[in-house]
């Protein structure tokens, strides 16, 4: 990853994108968040700014776990609330597959809100923790960094 050129960033949909936490007080189902229910999901607190900043200079992509019978409504979140085009979404059957989704791609920068996920991808992906919990204390986890928002996670690829 070379900061001022051009790059390929790919992000997570849930938990990083889109915004589960009503969803998930309601129901106690982790599958039923990704199923219908997850149309009602928010968008992550600087979710728009960070893709418009980044689409600017930069390739965006959403690499997400899905499972196929709920990739249509991920489809629908996705443009409905951040007009992300369809061509630039990718889905995986299992969270360790992402990674060969970004080597496939060339993914320069990605980052997800699930450090089993990260340790999966290898070569010079930089690699980012979303944690707005706060839940991991350190800032960083051998070549993993933590960001605690999309705002921080900017301030690091561009």
């Known amino acids: 990853m070379v900061k001022g050129e051009k790059q390929k960033i790919g992000f997570d949909l849930d938990g990083v994108l889109a915004d589960h936490k009503k969803i998930k007080k309601k129901t106690a189902d982790k599958n039923y968040i990704y199923g219908k229910a997850s149309l009602g999901a928010g968008v992550m607190a600087g979710a728009r700014g960070a ?14 776990r899905r499972r196929p019978d709920n990739r249509r409504y991920a489809r629908k979140w996705l443009k409905d609330n951040l007009d992300f085009p369809k061509n630039k979404i990718f889905f995986a059957d299992r969270d360790e597959d992402k990674a060969k989704i970004v080597k496939k791609l060339g993914i320069n920068a990605f980052i997800d809100d699930k450090m089993s996920v990260l340790k999966h991808i290898k070569g010079r992906t930089g690699k980012f923790l979303f944690d707005e919990s ?21 301030r690091l690829v561009i």
Do not use: A, C, M, Q
Request: glycine share 6%.
């Open 134 to 154: 706060e839940v991991y204390k350190k800032d960083r986890y051998g070549s993993i960094k933590v960001v605690r928002s999309l705002k921080d996670f900017l």
């Open 51 to 64: 893709l418009k900043t980044l689409g600017k200079d930069h390739e965006v992509f959403v690499i997400s």
